[in-house]
Each structure stands twice: as structure tokens, then as C-alpha cells.
């Protein structure tokens, strides 16, 4: 410990001493309610400039139009086209992630030796450690071109690679969460599984993987919120042409450009919009919709997530 | 966490009547899995790294140079520390890892004295620091003065010392470097930044071997090797200040790092790996440079370090982001370590947990977890409304910047510190306590020693992640490209992960294939060295609990 005298403080009057501890405990609290001031200006900000959006174009065009050109005289704003290339994005994306996060999840927690975990755990933590406009990169040079050589008709910029790559960056997210959960399953259950005469298989499959569903589903959805908000990667492999989605053909919607909220936002703030036009504050109506979606569903995770934890402990 | 006992899933598990097929699919299935997608992610390291390097287009012959000097030596040793010396392979592994990891940190401390403070401003800035701290020592010593007037000394005399009042009252540290005659620019980045590292490697020896001696010793040392730069930095090519900086920077932590292998006596032998890597190299260097081999036309070489960038893409390099990005870290750290540190220690150590009170403090808590979740997109956002529209601050400052990723990186210290904080034994609290210290004095000299390897864990992270991000820089719109690097936190800049977005929209060959590359496994280097030197922290003081 320091070598500061504690006597020091005791010699003093005892008022010094209590306004010292106010002093620090409204310091610190200030510090704590600076978290809530960051949300609620997040909500602020985010709702005028909404509001000012909304005088311009119809709520009721904007959300339920499905053309999405932005221009700096008479855009035309329907969020439709977005949100589907969003969806089309987080469903992929969650293609790719949930069955090989689960699995490494299992991996890790039911059969690796100690030797294998401690080498596994920090590679997939710093593959989540890589900046996403890197995976961006990743899926535009690399990934497009051996999609096209194995045959795919891909355009340069398409919205499967980038969800490839989306599913790859939230990997890390899904095992590390669902290996908590399965960690968090008490090891009674699993012998009192071996007493019964179960192999190993069934113990994972029947006993922890039921036992720690709230906690698995809980990292999927956290996972999707992460798929949902991710930007670098859909601006930089996906393109920027908006379209809307075409149920007689959904390959065509893969294979070609999209754009997904996200990219949309990041557009209306490099290209040369001016400041007063709709164009400009379409994003803000788009991060209020974005931030409404993803706080929704991190919030239904943190609730999921916690009723596992009382559960076991 | 598997079964407590492996005999068991040997016994009743892994019995070979049952099921052995479709449980040895699965349990393949499962690593199949796990292995896929991070080798999926080191095959496309794999080509940045032949990319920025384009390893064929060097002379076989300097590829068998380097294999027979370098890397030969470098596998047979290695191999032997697997087999016979494992703890002398861990030491082989930091020993190599840490002068890379000390010299990308020299450089980003290079940077910082020769952009944002020169080494006469840091001068007056230690000194007018100094000042201020012994004032308020003195009178916190001399007076039993009442709660107002301690506050008012804590407030204005710091505010006299660094900043002043402007137009009416120069500060102690305006009135430094207004002085007359200063000191050598070397000289007083010797006597306010190589001295006190000194001190700090003097108290350390000290208190580690028990010895007052050893750290005389130790801290003389020292400051004598980087007083020598004075001397010797002209003959290497060197100036005064990066000697200075190189020094302390490298020669410090490697130093106490040998000396710490050597008291323990474990794994001595690994110490030999970076030295054989070392000699191999410059044999190496004295074989290429006598049969004239050439190697390789690298992308991520010194000059693209060293250069702006440019539309040719031999010539274009990344300098201007490197800066940009270290000072946007400098602010980021600022900014969000001392809320985020304050914030968790709040909630963990004076939060009220019960009635109305308590359920606030839960919604805080509930609030925090979910920040962690928003997009960053949002936060940049945020930023352009509350920096740039609001306050009025210009749009790509490094301020403006700094702030919005560091309100993003806040959540996460926050949560990481909370987990620090609460591993920490209560049963030292109340020892504490029942020694009659106040809750404050608690914290200060229990709770924050013990916790501050893992808040440091989580803050090295949650950097990381900081230097990575290129949504909030785009939102408040830093500049794609900036040709000089920024000299003040005022001025306009652009970041490395922004610099590489701009470049991933010129689409032409050789910036797909070469500078874009380079610049990503620059980052990439930088990322790793942070995110390494993290988990292998945590590890370190997980094992010691």
C-alpha cells in the first residue's frame, strides 16, 4: 500500500474531513450521471433534428416509401429500401455467425483442453479487436474477387460479401457471450447427465445447451443489434446504390449493390449535401430509427441475459 | 468449464457403443467451426501481408539469406524451448515481443514532442505542474483550512500554474517559456521527462530487490544513458530528442524486464532469443549488402511512414493520419479514463443499492450496458450535434473527434473498470474500514491499487478499439486526406482508419493492392501490439490472484 500517513487526516477537524468525502462522492456522481446525459442528449439531438426533418418530408412517406434517392433539390425519402437492405444484411450475416459462434462456443466450453482454450479465447478476441473499415477492406479486395472465381455473378460492390463479413465480425460476440453461459452451467447438471449413462454429445446437446438457451439467445440478439448498427463494412464492400428488395428475385439483391441504413447515413454526411436541405437531415430521422432499433433489442438482451444469471447463481 | 473430472466423459461419455460417430462429428463439427473462421481471418492477413510487402519480388537468393540467418535460428531455438524450456519460451516470446511494442511507443512519444509539445513547452509544462502540486501540498500541510478556501486553492492555483487568466494574468507556464534564457532543448527533455522516469526505475529497483543501493545504481544508470545521447545521438545519425525518447522509452521497460527474468531465475535462457534474432539480422544485413542481393519493393517501408499522402501511389504515405491518429488518442484517453474510472467507482463503491434511490442507480447501470451497445454511427451523430452544432466547435478538429469516440469508448471503460472494481475482496474494504479510514481513503490506498491492473487492461482495449473506429470520424466529418500533419489539438486532422477509407475509394490496382495494404497493416501492427499487450496482462494477473 502507499505510504501516506492516514493518521494525518484524523488530526484534522472531522468538518474538513466530511466535505473532503462530499467533495469526492459529487465528483464521482457526477461522473455516473454523465452516462445518463450522454443517452438522454443522444435522444435530444437526435429527436429535434428528427422533428425538423419531419416538417419537411411526411412521416408517412418517409417510412413507407420504397424509393430512396438523395440529392440536394427534390430527394426523393422513403426509409424502405434501407431497412431491407439492412434486413438482408443482418439475416446473412446471422447466417454465417450464429451456427459457427455456437459451435465454437461449445467447443471451448464443452471439449477443449485447457491448453487449446488458452489458445483459442485470445484469437478470437482479437478478431474482434480488428477495426471494421479492415473487414470492409477485406470483403471489397479479397473476398468479392474469390466469390466471382468460384462462379457467383457479383457486381464490384454487393451486399453478400459485405454480410459475410459482417457474420465474421460478430463471431467473437456471439462464442465469448455463449461460452459464458454454458461456463455458467453448473457442473452437477452435467454429471448427474454422465450418471445417467449419457455420452458427451448428449450432456452438451440436451443438458448445457437447454440449460443456457436464455444466455445463447440473449448473444444472439446482441449480435444482430451489432449486425444492424455496423457501418464500415456495408460502406465500403456494399456500395451506395439504395434498392429497394425484390422478393421474385432475392439473389439479384445479394449480388448487386445495396445500401443499408447505416451506409445511408454515412452518405448524406460525405457527400456534399448543404446543411439545411432534407437530404441532410434524413440521417438524423435514419440514427433515431437505428438507435430505437438497436437499444430495443439490447435491452431485451440485457433482460434474457439476466434471468439465467439468477438462475445459477 | 467442462466437467470437473475428464476420467469421467472417458468413462461414461466417450463409450464407443453408444454413439461414438455422431459424438466425434459433432465434437469435429465444433472445432471445425471455431478453426474455420479464424483461419478464414489469417488467410486474409495472410495476403494484406503479401500485399504490402509483395515477398516475390525479391531475389531468391536474399529469401535464403534471410531463411538461413533469421528464421533457421529462430525455429531451432524456438523448438527448443518447446521441448525442453517452456517458461523459457514465454520469456523468449516477451523478451522479442517488448522492445517492438516499446519502439511503436517511442515513436508515438516522438510524435508527441515533436507536434503537440515541443520539448521547452513541456518543460514549463512539468515545472508549472509541479509548482502547482507542491503549493497545494504546502498549504494542505501549514493550514487547517476550512472546506471553502481548500477548494478554492485546489481550483485557482492550478488554474494560475498552467492555464492563467487570458489577456490579464500570464501563467507560471507562459511565463516560463517567456523566460530569457531556457535550457537546451535536450537538456530540459532530460531533466523533465528522462529524470522522473529515472526516479520512477530507482523506486522500483529499490523496493523489489530491498536494496537503497541497487537503485541508486539503477536510476543513475539511467539518466546516465540518456544524458550520453547528448553526446553520441550526432555519431548514430540520431538527434538529441529521439535519443532521449528512444532510451527511455525502449531501454526502460527492457531493462527492468531482464532485470526481473534474471532475480527470478526462471527461464533465463530465453533472454537468448531476441539476441540471436538480433545478430542473425544484422548478419543477415552484412550477407545481403556483400553479394548485393536485392530483397523485396515493400509498400510499408519508411517512407511511407515518413510522407503524406500523394496521388501517385509509390509516393504516398501515411504520416499525417499516424499523427492525427496519436493525438486523437491523447484526447480520447483524457477525456474518457477519468469519467469512466469515476463512473464505476461511483457505482461500485458508493451507489446506494436499496429503495428508490437503488433502482436508479440500477436503470444507471442497465443505461451503461446499453450505450455499450449503441452503433457507433449514432455516436458520431451525436458528436456533429453536440460539438459542432451546439457548441460551435469546426468540424474535424482533433477535439471534436477525440470527444465523440471518447463518449463511444465510454461505456466500455466503465464496464471493465466495474469488473476490476468488484474482484477485489471485500474483506480488504473492511479492513479499511475498520481502521477508521474514510470511504474516500478506501478507495484511494485499497481499492484503486488492487483494481488498476484490470482497469488498464480494459482501457488498453477499449483504446483499440478507439484507433479503429471510422464511422464517428466520417460523421463529424475529418478530412479524408491532410497533407500537414496537425500541430495543435485545434487543428484540422485525419486519422489512420480514415485515411484507409479514403483510399479504399480510389479505385485504382496499385492502391487496392499496395498503399491500401500498407496502411491497413499498419494499423493492423498497431492493433495487435495494444490488444496483445492487454490480454497478456490479464492473463498475467489472473494467474497471480
Redesign the interface.
Known amino acids: 500500500m502507499s505510504n501516506t500517513p492516514i493518521d494525518a487526516d484524523l488530526t484534522r477537524s472531522a468538518h474538513g474531513r466530511i466535505a473532503k468525502e462530499r467533495l469526492y462522492h459529487g465528483l464521482l456522481f457526477a461522473c455516473a450521471a454523465l452516462t445518463v446525459l450522454v443517452t438522454v442528449s443522444i435522444i435530444a439531438t437526435l429527436a429535434i433534428d428528427a422533428v425538423d426533418f419531419f416538417q419537411r418530408v411526411a412521416p408517412v412517406a418517409f417510412f413507407t416509401g420504397t424509393e430512396w434517392v438523395l440529392r440536394s433539390e427534390n430527394p426523393i425519402l422513403g426509409i424502405l429500401p434501407l431497412v431491407s437492405a439492412t434486413l438482408v444484411v443482418t439475416i446473412v450475416s446471422a447466417l454465417v455467425a450464429i451456427p459457427i459462434g455456437t459451435a465454437a462456443a461449445v467447443y471451448l466450453s464443452e471439449y477443449a483442453s485447457d491448453r487449446m482454450r488458452s489458445v483459442l479465447k485470445p484469437a478470437l478476441e482479437i478478431l474482434a479487436g480488428i477495426p471494421t473499415v479492415v473487414y470492409g477492406f477485406f470483403a471489397l479486395v479479397y473476398l468479392t474477387p474469390w466469390l466471382q472465381q468460384i462462379g457467383l455473378d457479383l457486381s464490384l460492390f454487393n451486399l453478400l460479401s459485405a454480410s459475410i463479413m459482417v457474420g465474421i465480425m460478430i463471431i467473437p460476440m456471439v462464442s465469448s457471450i455463449s461460452e459464458d453461459a454454458m461456463s455458467a452451467v453448473p457442473d452437477s447438471l452435467r454429471q448427474a447427465g454422465y450418471g445417467l449413462g449419457a455420452t458427451k454429445f448428449e450432456v452438451s446437446t440436451k443438458i448445457v445447451l437447454p440449460a443456457s438457451i436464455s444466455g445463447i439467445f440473449s448473444s444472439y440478439i446482441l449480435a444482430l443489434s451489432r449486425a444492424i448498427g455496423e457501418t464500415m463494412i456495408v460502406v465500403v464492400a456494399g456500395g451506395s446504390r439504395a434498392r429497394m428488395f425484390d422478393p421474385s428475385n432475392p439473389l439479384a439483391n445479394l449480388f448487386n449493390s445495396g445500401q443499408t441504413m447505416t451506409a445511408a447515413m454515412v452518405q448524406a454526411v460525405t457527400t456534399d449535401l448543404s446543411g439545411g436541405t432534407a437530404g441532410y437531415y434524413s440521417m438524423f430521422a435514419i440514427g433515431l430509427t437505428l438507435f430505437a432499433i438497436t437499444f430495443t433489442m439490447n435491452l431485451l438482451s440485457n433482460r434474457i441475459a439476466a434471468r439465467y444469471r439468477e438462475e445459477y447463481q | 468449464?467442462?466437467?470437473?473430472d475428464e476420467s469421467?466423459?472417458a468413462?461414461?461419455?466417450?463409450?464407443g457403443q453408444?454413439?461414438q460417430v455422431?459424438?466425434l462429428l459433432?465434437?469435429a463439427?465444433?472445432?471445425?467451426?471455431?478453426l474455420?473462421?479464424?483461419f478464414?481471418?489469417f488467410v486474409?492477413l495472410a495476403?494484406?501481408a503479401t500485399d504490402a510487402i509483395e515477398p516475390l519480388t525479391a531475389d531468391p537468393a536474399w529469401w535464403g539469406a534471410v531463411a538461413v540467418t533469421v528464421l533457421l535460428p529462430a525455429l531451432g531455438l524456438a523448438g527448443y524451448y518447446y521441448r525442453y524450456d517452456p517458461p523459457a519460451g514465454e520469456v523468449a516470446y516477451t523478451a522479442l515481443g517488448l522492445p517492438i511494442a516499446a519502439t511503436l511507443l517511442a515513436g508515438g512519444v516522438g510524435i508527441v514532442f515533436r507536434h503537440i509539445v515541443s520539448p521547452h513547452g513541456w518543460l514549463a509544462l512539468v515545472v508549472a505542474t509541479a509548482v502547482a502540486a507542491g503549493a497545494i501540498a504546502l498549504h494542505d500541510r501549514r493550514r487547517?483550512?476550512?472546506?471553502l478556501e481548500?477548494?478554492a486553492v485546489v481550483t485557482v492555483v492550478p488554474l494560475l500554474a498552467l492555464v492563467g487568466v487570458p489577456g490579464l494574468v500570464p501563467s507560471l507556464r507562459e511565463l516560463i517559456l517567456s523566460a530569457p534564457v531556457l535550457p537546451m532543448a535536450s537538456l530540459s527533455l532530460l531533466g523533465t521527462f528522462a529524470a522522473p522516469i529515472a526516479a520512477a526505475v530507482g523506486w522500483r529497483i529499490r523496493r523489489v530487490r530491498k536494496s537503497d543501493r541497487a537503485g541508486v545504481i539503477a536510476g543513475g544508470a539511467t539518466v546516465v544513458v540518456a544524458a550520453l545521447g547528448l553526446v553520441a545521438a550526432p555519431l548514430v545519425g540520431l538527434s538529441a530528442t529521439s535519443w532521449i525518447v528512444l532510451t527511455t522509452v525502449v531501454a526502460v521497460p527492457v531493462g527492468l524486464y531482464v532485470e526481473q527474468v534474471l532475480r527470478r531465475g526462471d527461464g533465463v535462457s530465453g533472454l537468448a532469443f531476441p539476441v540471436a534474432i538480433a545478430i542473425g539480422v544484422a548478419v543477415c544485413a552484412a550477407v545481403v549488402g556483400v553479394a548485393d542481393l536485392s530483397g523485396p519493393t515493400v509498400w510499408l517501408d519508411w517512407e511511407f511512414l515518413t510522407t503524406a499522402h500523394n496521388r501517385t501511389p509509390r509516393e504516398a504515405g501515411i504520416y499525417p493520419a499516424l499523427v492525427g491518429s496519436v493525438m486523437m488518442i491523447i484526447v480520447v484517453a483524457v477525456a474518457a479514463f477519468?469519467?469512466?474510472?469515476?463512473?464505476a467507482?461511483?457505482?461500485e463503491e458508493?451507489?446506494p443499492t436499496e429503495g428508490l434511490p437503488g433502482s436508479i442507480v440500477e436503470l444507471?447501470e442497465?443505461?451503461?450496458?446499453?450505450?455499450a451497445?449503441?452503433?457507433?454511427?449514432?455516436?458520431?451523430?451525436?458528436g456533429?450535434?453536440?460539438f459542432v452544432?451546439?457548441a460551435g466547435l469546426r468540424p474535424g478538429i482533433v477535439v471534436v473527434g477525440g470527444l465523440t469516440v471518447g463518449?463511444l469508448i465510454?461505456?466500455i471503460v466503465?464496464v471493465s473498470a466495474q469488473e476490476a472494481i468488484q474482484a477485489v475482496p471485500d474483506s480488504q474494504r473492511q479492513a479499511a474500514y475498520g481502521?477508521?479510514?474514510?470511504?474516500?481513503?478506501t478507495v484511494r490506498?485499497?481499492v484503486l491499487?488492487r483494481a488498476m491492473p484490470g482497469i488498464l487492461t480494459g482501457t488498453i482495449?477499449a483504446l483499440?478499439?478507439a484507433?479503429?473506429?471510422?464511422?464517428p470520424l466520417?460523421?463529424v466529418?475529418v478530412a479524408a486526406v491532410v497533407r500537414i500533419s496537425p500541430n495543435s489539438f485545434f487543428s484540422l486532422f485525419s486519422a489512420m482508419?480514415r485515411q484507409?477509407?479514403a483510399w479504399?475509394r480510389l479505385a485504382k490496382p496499385e492502391f487496392?493492392?499496395g498503399v491500401?495494404?500498407a496502411g491497413?497493416l499498419v494499423?493492423?501492427v498497431v492493433?495487435?501490439m495494444?490488444?496483445?499487450t492487454a490480454?497478456l496482462l490479464r492473463n498475467k494477473y489472473q494467474r497471480h490472484e
Open positions: 468449464m467442462a466437467t470437473a469421467t466423459g468413462w461414461f461419455g466417450a463409450d453408444v454413439s455422431r459424438g459433432f465434437k463439427a465444433c472445432l471445425g467451426a471455431t474455420l473462421a479464424l478464414l481471418v486474409f495476403y494484406v487547517d483550512a476550512g472546506a481548500r477548494a477519468p469519467v469512466g474510472v469515476g463512473a467507482i461511483y457505482l458508493y451507489a444507471i442497465i443505461n451503461v450496458a446499453n450505450l451497445g449503441v452503433p457507433s454511427v449514432v455516436y458520431g451523430l451525436l456533429l450535434a453536440l452544432n451546439t463518449l465510454l461505456p466503465i481502521m477508521g479510514a474514510t470511504r474516500w481513503q490506498t485499497v491499487p482495449l483499440g478499439r484507433i479503429g473506429e471510422t464511422a466520417l460523421m466529418g482508419p484507409i477509407f479504399a487496392y493492392h491500401l495494404a491497413v494499423l493492423l492493433l495487435l495494444m490488444n496483445g490480454i
